[in-house]
């Protein structure tokens, strides 16, 4: 499996300054440590941002080209309190005056990328971001099935035509 299922909705919708910058941070393949709110932070993750906003601005897809989905969770944070929410870092700063720092994210993601083996599961509500690595599951060896008699239970009727 090399897809990704679900989406993280975006309340009010994203205006068009808050997604050309998303989407430009998405292009240029930095680094999140390399953005004007992410210098010098250590908590700050050192992956490239992987959540692509649709056209409309109302959610955030994983894009499995641009990061690993080890990150998904990391870089979900980030991009909530660093852009999105009442509060971010991000507000008061010039460069980000088109922001509304407004929005409620919310919704599930499960996925895994290309050649990786470790399913990864991130739900948001309300702007809290949870996720897991989903367990891989064993190779189960086939078991014997019971032999059977051919003969039908005691509570089947068989019906047969009748001779003529």
């Not at 679900?6 to 440590?33: A, F, H, K, W």
């Not at 992956?47 to 969770?73: I, N, P, Q, Y």
């Not at 009442?86 to 929005?103: I, L």
């Not at 599930?108 to 990864?120: E, I, K, L, Q």
Request: glycine content about 10%; some cysteine.
């Amino acid at each position: 499996m090399t897809d990704f299922i679900g989406c993280i909705q975006v309340r009010p919708p994203l205006n068009e300054v808050e997604r050309g910058y998303l989407l430009e941070l998405l292009d240029s393949d930095r680094t999140l440590r390399g953005t004007p709110t992410g210098r010098g932070d250590h908590a700050v993750p050192f992956a490239r941002m992987g959540w692509e906003v649709c056209h409309d601005g109302c959610c955030l897809e994983w894009d499995t080209t641009a990061e690993d989905a080890k990150w998904m969770v990391d870089t979900l944070r980030f991009v909530i309190d660093h852009l999105l929410r009442a509060g971010a870092k991000a507000q008061g700063r010039a460069r980000f005056d088109g922001f509304g720092f407004d929005h409620v994210l919310s919704g599930a993601v499960v996925g895994r990328g290309p050649g990786d083996r470790t399913t990864h599961f991130v739900t948001v509500a309300d702007n809290v971001v949870r996720g897991q690595a989903v367990p891989e599951r064993c190779a189960l060896a086939p078991r014997p099935r019971a032999a059977t008699s051919g003969k039908r239970p005691a509570n089947v009727i068989e019906f047969r035509p009748r001779r003529a």
